[in-house]
């Protein structure tokens, strides 16, 4: 698997939002989904009923942009 890499904001939003950077690395590495936007990757994964939610690129390594949990599990995993 290739390197992973976060970018400042995604490591300043991160710590913000209380979310390891183990749980952003084991989305990536195992998602319950993979969605593609405006180019970037975003690998989700139920964790204790949220759900995580990790944008990135693909490029010589993976570029972590943001990562987020919502509530809002439906509106992402049934669409």
């Known amino acids: 698997m290739k390197q992973i890499v976060f970018i400042q904001h995604a490591a ?3 710590k913000e939002r209380g979310i390891a950077l183990d749980l952003v690395k ?6 319950d989904r993979t969605d593609l936007e405006n180019e970037r990757k975003i690998a989700q994964k139920l964790i204790e009923g949220k759900l995580l939610r990790v944008i990135y690129e693909e490029e ?3 570029v972590v942009i943001s990562a987020y949990r ?6 992402y995993l049934k669409g």
């Open 60 to 62: 010589e390594a993976i």
């Open 12 to 14: 300043d939003r991160l």
């Open 70 to 75: 919502t509530s809002q599990v439906d509106r």
């Open 26 to 31: 084991e989305t990536i590495r195992n998602p």
